[in-house]
């Protein structure tokens, strides 16, 4: 089966490996969540999710770009392959439901429960961060060790303190325990990021036991490279992954300020550096730094693990302090630009997102940008086709705030132009940039260098200039 999947199609693997009856358990409202159901419903099976309704429609409104994952996730709402309802106050209320009284033995129920009958569960999927607010760690650890049905597969995702998902495991009393992280998600494609991950990764407590864990069996055959070991191996692995991936977007970060200096263009630096394969050429691109969800959580969370073991960190701490750095540098060169004389101007701000592709604006540099704008009395035109209802949602109170359909439209107005976040599919008009002739500051680089010689006003990249 090709890896190359169409945003028009999905997949339905047939026979259902589980009777049709059985229904994947799923106890989470965030987009690893939402994807989860959304997959396994493509994969045949029926999905109870469970979740604080209110933060998962919020999160389902937010992830409005996602228009794959919201048609698919509306269709089997509809043919009822994915029901979800409100957590209930407690792990034994929901456990109950799904498991026939004195009755410990798997297979006997699925070969002789009453198909007209409540549902069973086939596996229980546990997102960790959705479920503090609800239920106490202590109480539904111990709702699950008192289920009679122990040999059902119980996953847990999540980003946590490293060794702590496998703690969890050890204090539940069932064997068939295991951890995925969402290495693979990409955020903007999440389906087909899921349906066909680039990795992945699988923590087992039991050695050797994925067999146990047919309903995915799938996702790990159309995964590029799949690892399966011990849940704190995976916890560690996940965890140095995405530091990895920070490390080296700050370290190209850092080394565009001296390329600023030497009059070098990192872009074209980065590419030489990606043709060495020691190398590779992932990650390398300078810009405003990175946002999200994934990569601050991680290395919140790898702070939070090195503290608790009393151990220094300063690569760490460095990373941190760089990308919160990179996020004003745009606007430093802005003021340089002026000689500080930006009081009362109007700019456009094209983008929002905290990468091309994405509506979210978690800690995207445009909300440093505003702030600092703002404070000079700077009228913002923003175009964002992907981030507005959020950034409507945040700034719609503010005067200074104003979104624009096009983004050429009220050119005239302004005396700059910023750029956050571009599509790279979405082709720059330079000659109507060169109608105002006024200077471009590209946080993220996205001009090509024939795009950057071909303007009329001055242009200010990260590590480019002209």
Known sequence: MSTDVSHNYHYQYEPNLFNKADVCVLIGHSIEAITSAVVLASLGQRIHLYADLDILSQNLHQYGFEHHLQA??????????????????????????????????????????????????????????????????????????????????????????????????????????????????????????????????????????????????????????????????IEFARSSIMAMLATRVSFMNEMSRLADSQQVDIKQVSHIMGLDERVG????????????????????????????????????????????????????????????????????????????????????????????????????????????????SLYNQQPLFELIASPYHQMREAQAVFIISWSPRDELDIAKINQQAMPVFDAQNALTRTQIQQLVGDYRGIGRSN
């Open 72 to 233: 698919l996730w509306q269709m089997y709402e509809q043919q009822q392959m994915i029901v979800s309802q409100a957590l209930p106050s407690s792990a034994d209320t929901l456990i109950q439901g799904y498991e026939k009284p004195n009755c410990a033995d798997s297979d006997e129920i699925n070969n002789n429960h009453d198909h007209a009958g409540p549902p069973v569960a086939a596996l229980y999927w546990l997102f960790l961060n959705s479920m503090r607010a609800s239920w106490t760690e202590a109480h539904w650890i111990t709702a699950f060790n008192q289920s009679n049905r122990q040999a059902l597969p119980l996953i847990m995702s999540g980003i946590e303190q490293l060794g702590e998902v496998s703690a969890l495991a050890q204090r539940l009393q069932r064997a068939w325990v295991y951890y995925v992280p969402f290495v693979f998600l990409k955020d903007g494609d999440a389906y087909n990021s899921m349906l066909n991950p680039s990795l992945w990764l699988l923590g087992e407590k039991t050695a050797n036991s994925s067999n146990h864990l047919q309903v995915l069996k799938p996702l790990m055959q159309q995964a590029r490279a799949t690892h399966h070991a011990d849940i704190a191996t």
């Open 281 to 392: 050429s992932s990650y390398l691109q300078a810009g405003w730094g990175f946002g999200g969800n994934t990569l601050p959580a991680e290395l919140s969370r790898l702070q939070q693990s090195s503290q608790a073991h009393s151990l220094e960190m300063p690569l760490l701490e460095s990373i941190i302090h760089i990308n919160e750095d990179q996020k004003e540098l745009i606007f430093r060169k802005f003021w340089q630009y002026f000689d500080g004389f930006i009081d009362n101007k109007t700019v456009m701000i094209w983008g929002g997102s905290y990468k091309s592709g994405s509506g979210r604006t978690a800690g995207s540099a445009i909300h440093p940008l505003l702030d600092l704008l703002w404070s000079y009395n700077i009228r913002t035109l923003i175009y964002s086709d992907k981030a507005q209802p959020e950034l409507v």
